[in-house]
């Protein structure tokens, strides 16, 4: 299985991954910040479900981003969930 390989791959180039693929994401982010909340368990309320997630990240913003009612705080934190998916198959 090939996701612990792409798991330390992602974890040692999160900002590059970030800036090739979510260029407008990078520069909002603070990637020295980063902490790794590796297997969390997350609970989905309305479907009755927990499980355990592959990655997250957690990581301050450059500048408060403004929430849903316009308003900031003076510094925010994202977290950056990253699902790794690998199945063994083969294309013929």
Do not use: C, N, Y
Not at 29 to 43: A, H, M, P, T, Y
């Amino acid at each position: 299985m090939h996701d612990p390989r792409f798991k330390r791959l992602l974890k040692q180039f999160f900002a590059e991954f970030f800036w090739l693929f979510f260029p407008s994401w990078a520069e909002r982010f603070d990637f020295d910040s980063v902490e790794w909340l590796d297997k969390e368990l997350v609970s989905d309320a309305l479907q009755g479900e927990s499980r355990f997630v592959d990655v997250i990240a957690k990581l301050a913003t450059r500048e408060p981003i403004p929430g849903p009612d316009g308003r900031s705080a003076e510094s925010w934190l994202a977290l950056v969930h990253v699902e790794i998916e690998a199945a063994d198959t083969a294309a013929p």
